[in-house]
């Protein structure tokens, strides 16, 4: 057919394997995403992991205490 893309044409459902897989979403353990990726972490930037808790703690304004 002239005018006519395979895109235009109905896809008949996939059956097989896929279809009969049971995925347990309700599992606390599955993970789909990590929180944070490995490039937003210090390593990610090439620095090493540091913590400023402390200075950050005593250079705190007067009036915050």
Do not use: C, I, K
């Amino acid at each position: 057919m002239r005018g006519v893309s395979r895109l235009d044409e109905p896809q008949a459902p996939r059956a097989g394997l896929d279809a009969e897989r049971v995925v347990d979403l309700n599992d606390e353990d599955f993970v789909v995403l990590p929180d944070q990726s490995v490039d937003d972490t210090d390593r990610g930037w090439g620095e090493y992991p540091s913590s400023n808790h402390g200075w950050l703690l005593d250079e705190r304004p007067p009036h915050w205490e």
